[in-house]
């Protein structure tokens, strides 16, 4: 038929205005956060900055299509050391979505454009690779924080990891629940598709940038993030701090495996 356009172009056109009206939905649901951290944050109480942050995080997470889906496992504690297994930029969101923590993050998380001041004005607290001055004193703080029934939370991986795969964790900041003597909550946390596989837009590993993996996710299939709250593992007096990321880390890997 003369004129008619290749099956394909058609095929490909709806997908490209679909992720055009997704990223003018998430543009303009940073702002709605930027707005709120300016405007809200500065005076709001600790309950109601929770509560803006469960709720932000969670639309977040429908306009990029991802449903959270919470496994079989242990009550998530209000007072705990969260700590999680590290596959992208979604994990602070889905956490967030479901009972919000103040984090520890790398400090490349800060440079997302907007995303990165945003997680910064909901509490998180960034370290730079390297810095024991740097680390001490944020240790105190997360000592503190913890002390005052906080939920504090982070990835021990110091970094992101394919789907399926754990690295070692690094155990610096798990004496920070010893010295609080406050429990280690493990967090496994997956993403799959709609055939239970792991979904293939969601590594953020090698040479993916930030603005990649948000494209690849909105231009993709749904996402299915699976998290479960493991059982906490006691920080008594006399814990060493690398036997407890050890147990954390087979905690998370066997329910990755489950």
Same mark, same amino acid.
């Given at each position: ?161 394919? %789907?399926? %795969? ?18 280690? %909550? ?59 990321? %050890? ?12």
């Amino acid at each position: 038929m003369t004129g008619a356009a290749p099956r394909g172009a058609l095929a490909d056109r709806p997908l490209t205005i679909q992720l055009a009206w997704r990223l003018a939905r998430l543009v303009f649901h940073l702002l709605q956060g930027l707005a709120t951290c300016a405007l809200v944050f500065p005076w709001a109480g600790a309950a109601l900055r929770e509560t803006l942050v469960r709720r932000w995080s969670a639309r977040l997470l429908r306009i990029c299509r991802v449903r959270v889906e919470l496994r079989d496992g242990a009550p998530a504690l209000d007072h705990a050391l969260v700590v999680a297994n590290h596959v992208s930029w979604l994990d602070i969101f889905v956490i967030n979505a479901v009972r919000p923590c103040r984090f520890v993050a790398k400090a490349e998380i800060r440079a997302w454009p907007v995303l990165g001041w945003l997680v910064e004005r909901a509490g998180t607290v960034f370290i730079a690779r390297g810095n024991r001055r740097e680390l001490r004193h944020i240790f105190k703080g997360l000592v503190d924080a913890l002390g005052a029934r906080q939920r504090v939370a982070f990835f021990p991986e110091g970094t992101t990891a394919s %789907q399926g %795969q754990m690295l070692p964790f690094h155990a610096n900041l798990f004496e920070a629940a010893i010295d609080a003597r406050v429990a280690v %909550q493990p967090h496994a946390l997956a993403y799959v598709d709609a055939q239970g596989g792991w979904h293939p837009a969601v590594d953020y590993t090698g040479d993916t940038t930030f603005v990649d993996s948000i494209l690849r996710i909105l231009g993709g299939e749904p996402v299915v993030a699976r998290l479960a709250s493991l059982a906490p593992i006691p920080a008594e007096e006399g814990a060493h701090r690398r036997a407890l990321a %050890q147990a954390a880390h087979d905690a998370i890997e066997a329910a990755l495996k489950r």
